[in-house]
């Protein structure tokens, strides 16, 4: 039976089980959602994204799937529906006859939703950003951005680094010798004298969720980026859900009205790929009046204070200037954006792009 792309249907559960047992011998650690509740569901009354599943079958079993998140995107000031090309996997991975499934699959993507992007994906080399780019995407970093809090826990749990024999000796004379400890207590030092300070009507207030007015916001700044996601409150809480409890939100105030927000996280993390069991905290994503940036950036990092690490994905050059003001240092990306022939024309190019960790599958693994 010739392989067809379809939604994924309840009766679907026990092939898509024996679809992830069959990958997960292969060494992915990735599953498949079985059942739409798995999924982030339409809310009908709003343009909150939402996410379908699409299975890509021979009538015998499932040979490979993907995850459509409909959402809408913004560009000179305009929103328009757009897609996320979430979680695409196939049998091609341990089975030569299905070498071909994963383009079948972005094919199909395309063809319901022409305006799609791609990000995270690990790095530039793998097999996923690799195939996009020579389907003529739009292939780019997303900056990654870090800040060490404390030296000793840095440089000890700081795994992807250590596998390296020569990195580990560095960071080991670095601990020991008291040098790294030196330049994160002198920057420190730096910041405190020489930080600009807040306006002074500007006032800043915790809150568990994103208000209506958040919406007044976005369309007031939007056209200042040349692509971002919306990030209207409907959109933000379904994204940044306020039941989360790593998830913390601060908005900024001047004279009564909204003019900025910041989204931060803190995580005591257990074995990580990454960051070990390092207390991390992150900058997840935030939207401002440009002069205010500062502001929020500089609050959300004095929030995390107890934190041995604060990390940011940014593409936008006003919040990576003022993560940098705030002694952040820039750092190898794994962090991959690729936007599709469609979405790429419709970005507009003279004014710099706004994804973040809260964007695509939001904030996880931090």
Known sequence: MPLVIRELAPDDAELVRAFNARLAKAGVTFSFPMRRDELLPRDPGSDAPFQDAYVLTDGAAVRGGYILKEERLCAT?????????????????VDRRYALAGLQLIRDALARQPRLYCLGMGSTERPLPQLLTRLGWTVSKVPFLFRVERAGRFARELRWVRQRRAWRRILDLARYSGALALYVGLSRLRRRVFSARPPRDLTLHPTASFPADVDELFLR??????LLCDRRAAAMNRKLPPADPKLFRLLAYR?????????YSRSQLNA?????DMALGCIVDGLAEPEV????????????????????????PAWIA???????????SNFVLALSPALAAAADRGRPM?????DGDGPINL
């Open 77 to 93: 000031g305009t929103l328009f529906a757009a897609g996320n090309y979430q979680l695409p996997l196939s049998e091609g991975i």
């Open 221 to 226: 700044v939007r056209e200042s980026y040349g």
């Open 255 to 263: 004279s009564g009205r909204l003019v900025g927000w910041v989204c």
């Open 272 to 276: 990580h790929a990454q960051f070990g």
């Open 293 to 316: 940036i500062d502001a929020l950036v500089g609050s959300a990092c004095a929030r995390l204070a107890g934190c041995d690490l604060l990390v940011s994905n940014q593409s936008h």
């Open 322 to 332: 003022a993560l940098r003001r705030q002694g952040f240092s820039l750092g190898p």
């Open 354 to 358: 706004h994804f973040t960790r809260a």
